[in-house]
């Protein structure tokens, strides 16, 4: 019996309704703080490999000046 069934007016039917919508509501609250601290994580997640990337660029764009800088020297000594 469900209820929206013709006997569902019970006082049993009815406490039963209301404790599974509070059930319910609790656990669509329990879902969402879920989701809340999910997308958090994932933001946190995001922010630390976007710094890791930028710091690695930094890193390889200042190899690539030395290595720039070191090679016309070695050129600039060969020539002489």
């Known amino acids: ?3 929206f069934s013709d006997g569902a007016t019970s006082v049993d039917i009815v406490e039963q309704i209301r404790m599974s919508s509070q059930k319910y509501q609790d656990s669509v609250k ?15 997640l995001e922010k630390e490999n976007k710094k890791k990337a930028e710091d690695e660029k930094k890193k390889t764009d200042e190899e690539k000046k030395q290595k720039v800088s070191e090679t016309p020297a070695a050129n600039g000594t060969k020539t002489e």
């Open 30 to 44: 329990e879902a969402l703080k879920l989701q809340e601290q999910e997308k958090k994580l994932k933001e946190e």
């Open 1 to 3: 019996m469900d209820s």
